[in-house]
């Protein structure tokens, strides 16, 4: 069973960039479809970005592309979100999520298994 660890987050003023990291232990030989979700206050969690177990394609929502970008770090087991752009809609806690989809990533949360615990990123005007 793998476990998910989030950090990176924090306050940024719209415009300005974040860097999240999502590191993986335990099962890390496999290799995981791995996905960044959001949920905001009174919302529903929603997909951001994914990236796929083999091929390494990449997947976002509309409201990111062009903004974000999700790559892996193999030698440290890590998948990174790189957000650019920030607006202050962006404000959400982001998880990390992982799963054994051969193919394209799933952009549901119930296609995933594993998920860390959320990290809190806040866009202020």
């Known amino acids: 069973q793998v476990q998910l660890d989030e950090s990176g987050g924090g306050l940024v003023q719209a415009g300005g960039s974040l860097r999240l990291s999502c590191a993986a232990s335990g099962g890390t030989s496999i290799r995981y479809a791995m996905g960044w979700f959001r949920q905001a206050p009174g919302k529903e969690r929603e997909f951001v970005a994914a990236i796929s177990r083999f091929d390494g394609s990449t997947y976002y929502s509309d409201s990111v592309k062009d903004r974000f970008a999700i790559f892996r770090d193999n030698a440290k087991a890590t998948v990174l979100l790189q957000m650019n752009s920030l607006k202050p809609e962006d404000t959400a806690v982001y998880y990390c999520?992982?799963?054994?989809?051969?193919?394209?990533?799933?952009?549901?949360?119930?296609?995933?298994?594993?998920w860390g615990q959320g990290t809190q990123v806040t866009v202020s005007t």
């Open positions: 999520a992982a799963d054994l989809t051969i193919g394209a990533p799933k952009s549901r949360p119930d296609g995933y298994v594993y």
